[in-house]
């Protein structure tokens, strides 16, 4: 280690790297540094002790440079000070670029930060010496020639009489090529006049430190940007010129263009991002932040993200969120929050660690995506997914050429065309399942012409070789640029069996029709006929007896016609008013001292003959069984009508009978009427049944009637 003159430093801030950088770059053994980590301490020390120079961090625990400068000034006007900047500390420059007795050092662009603040340290002690003194002078020299900065001193007339060998680390020429040239050589001329500004500044004020950030075109071609400090000292005959210092901040003003730029990418984003120290503390919001929490800047930053916590989550799934990103991983994951007036929101959350240059994490950075529209949409959109799994009915989409190929299928259709997994359906073409392929064209034609089809009834085959009667009911549809078919397929083999069954019946009840009315009737109208012609040759009294047994045999005959042509199917149905239809039935029936009272004034949807038959029926009903002094009434249900009448009712244990076939309680009844009114109300796709009426009677209900505005 070389000798050297006494220097003594004071230090004030957290760099524990600094004292030691100072030692190795000023290379003095009677160097003597002291240090103090706070602003308050270091006032103590300097009221205490004697310095040759404060070296200063921007940012201090309890305060920053802006303090401790003032102070010294105060104390010491001639004590030199250097302040230690970062990239995101220069805020602190405002004050002090017109303090000629600070100095300050851009640690973040500058490469070789200690070297620097030493070269600052030499040549402020130096300052404050004697320039007489050979030893200094040489030390001056050395440390200029040495330092990275490009160092110029230029006369009156801007002329550079004195260029260091830095000169050319940041113009690409040697200093001698500089020498003798106009100091704007390599300025840009967008900051032409700016540096005459400050030249004539700095003539002006020999007191000033003048300073600004210009950019200059090497002879390289590369614009770099430079911080320019001029300081005039033509007072010292050694200087006789205005020293310009240019500090090559490139680096640093890209930076600061790449933290603009996140900056507004931030600010405009649409997802919430907020920033935070290690121990959580939030240090930033963005507008979007604001937007979706309701916290407002103001009240977010200094508080921690647990503000947002809903509860939902357990501590275990928050600590392993902070073991994550403690050790450096990005964490990735769903999380739902509280909003400022207590609702909950769904995010999609990102946090990665934040490292400073020498790797530390020292922030966090968390990007909030708001999906809770998403998954409630996913949430509905499951639901409906589940219910169509569930239908009894087949649900298929499917390619929409002339062989097909499913794209999804329902469990439903699975077992419809006995498949073992929905993978075995996927595998095989739509046509194969078509008992005839012409089905299959002509299920395609009119789906193309129309757009849609509804209950398409067509045979198909299952894998296990069965056929089955469908129906298929299908849209074209188009997504992403695609046609497909989707649609129902319900199986109907059951359905048409029944149908076919029916209508086997039907025929064996119109032969049977055709055989009462033609060899039942013949033979009835031909004993009417000779109990007449005896009638006239005999006034036996066993010709009544026969009379009134010829006249059961007739109802019988009718009854028996009415049952098979009221056990068909309604087809055909018109709208009729409930009330003048029952006044024209009840003039159609003996009614003797009978009451009739109408409180209705329905429309409903009916086959016009069998509806009369109904009525009929039951008025005779209510007649045989009430007297013939009773009083029937007929009124409205919210689905139907009902009769009812006064007389003696019907048991309930009887109530399940009295539709049955042959079911009478009077010696001259068929046992027929009732059943009868029964098949026409089955006929109609309603329900009948008995119960007490309101004056303790029978009372008939009619339900699942449609009104005729609905039907």
């Known amino acids: 280690m070389t000798e050297g003159p006494s220097f ?74 250097v302040v230690l900047v970062g990239d995101d500390e220069t805020t602190v420059l405002a004050d002090l670029r017109d303090d000629s007795g600070a100095e300050y050092v851009l640690v973040d662009a500058d490469p070789e930060p200690y070297a620097t603040v030493a070269k600052r340290v030499r040549e402020a002690v130096e300052r404050g010496h004697s320039r007489g003194r050979s030893d200094q002078d040489e030390l001056a020299s050395a440390l200029v020639g040495a330092a990275t900065e490009a160092t110029w001193v230029v006369d009156e007339s801007r002329t550079v009489t004195f260029a260091n060998a830095a000169t050319e680390r940041l113009f690409g020429c040697a200093p001698s090529t500089v020498v003798g040239d106009d100091a704007l050589r390599a300025v840009e001329p967008v900051d032409s006049d700016s540096v005459r500004d400050m030249f004539e500044t700095v003539l002006a004020n020999p007191a000033r430190t003048v300073t600004s ?22 007072q010292d005959p050694a200087i006789d010129g205005v020293v310009v210092t240019l500090t090559d901040v490139t680096d640093r003003k890209r930076k600061e263009r790449q933290r603009r730029r996140f900056r507004r990418a931030v600010e405009q984003a649409g997802h919430a991002i907020y920033i935070t120290d290690t121990d959580g503390t939030i240090e930033y919001v963005n507008p979007a932040f604001e937007e979706s929490t309701g916290y407002p800047r103001t009240e977010a930053v200094g508080e921690n993200p647990n503000i947002l916590n809903s509860g939902e989550h357990k ?92 794209v999804e299928v329902n469990s439903s259709l699975v077992s419809i065309y006995d498949a073992y997994s929905k993978s075995e359906l996927l595998d095989r073409s739509v046509d194969t399942f078509y008992a005839d392929a012409d089905d299959r064209a002509e299920f395609r034609a009119q789906l193309q012409e129309h757009g849609r089809i509804t209950e398409f009834e067509v045979e198909h085959r299952t894998l296990s070789g069965e056929r089955i009667d469908v129906t298929l009911t299908a849209i074209l549809t188009e997504e992403d640029g695609a046609t497909y078919i ?27 029709a055709s055989i009462v009315t033609h060899d039942l009737r013949n033979p009835l109208n031909a004993a009417q006929s000779r109990l007449e012609l005896e009638r006239q040759a005999s006034d036996s009294e066993h010709l009544a007896v026969v009379e009134d047994q010829l006249v059961r045999m007739e109802e019988l005959v009718e009854d028996v016609l009415a049952i098979a042509r009221h056990g068909k ?133 009619i339900t699942g009637v449609e009104r005729r505005e609905q039907a």
């Open 315 to 406: 501590p275990e799934f928050y600590a392993g969120l902070w073991n994550t990103i403690l050790s450096g991983d990005v964490w990735k994951g769903e999380v739902i929050n509280e909003r400022r007036d207590g609702q909950r929101y769904v995010v999609e959350q990102t946090i990665a660690p934040i490292e400073d240059e020498t790797g530390t994490i020292d922030r966090f950075v968390a990007i909030n995506t708001d999906v809770t529209q998403r998954k409630a949409y996913e949430r509905r959109l499951q639901r409906y997914e589940n219910i169509i799994e569930n239908l009894p009915v087949g649900v298929y989409r499917t390619t929409p050429e002339a062989g097909g190929e499913f």
């Open 486 to 512: 989707d649609g129902i397929l319900q199986d109907v083999t059951d359905r048409r069996q029944r149908e076919r069954e029916l209508e086997r019946k039907n025929e064996q009840l119109e032969q049977f």
């Open 8 to 81: 003594s430093v004071l230090y004030v801030g957290s760099d524990d790297r600094l004292v030691p950088g100072l030692a190795e770059h000023i290379k003095s053994e009677s160097l003597d540094v002291a240090a103090e980590r706070t602003a308050a301490d270091a006032l103590d020390r300097l009221s205490a002790e004697p310095f040759d120079c404060v070296v200063c961090d921007a940012e201090l625990p309890d305060g920053d440079a802006r303090s401790v400068r003032q102070t010294t000034r105060e104390r010491a006007p001639r004590l030199p000070f």
């Open 569 to 701: 199917q309604v087809e055909d149905r018109e709208p009729v008013d409930i009330a003048p239809l029952v006044e024209s039935c009840w003039q159609t029936v003996e009614t003797g001292d009978a009451e009739l009272v109408v409180d209705t004034d329905r429309t409903i949807s009916v086959d016009t003959s069998r509806i009369q038959q109904l009525f009929e029926n039951l008025f005779r009903n209510a007649i045989e069984h009430g007297g013939r002094d009773v009083t029937i009434r007929v009124g409205t249900l919210s689905d139907g009508f009902y009769v009812e009448d006064d007389g003696p009712g019907i048991p309930a244990e009887e109530r399940e009978d009295v539709f049955e076939h042959g079911y009478t309680t009077d010696d001259d009844g068929t046992g027929f009427g009732l059943n009868i009114v029964e098949e026409i109300v089955t006929a109609h796709g309603w329900e009948i049944r008995v119960t007490d009426g309101t004056d303790g009677g029978a009372r008939f209900e």
């Open 213 to 234: 950030e210009i950019r200059v075109r090497p002879e390289n071609g590369d614009r770099r940007w430079v911080e320019c400090r001029c300081r005039n000292q033509l």
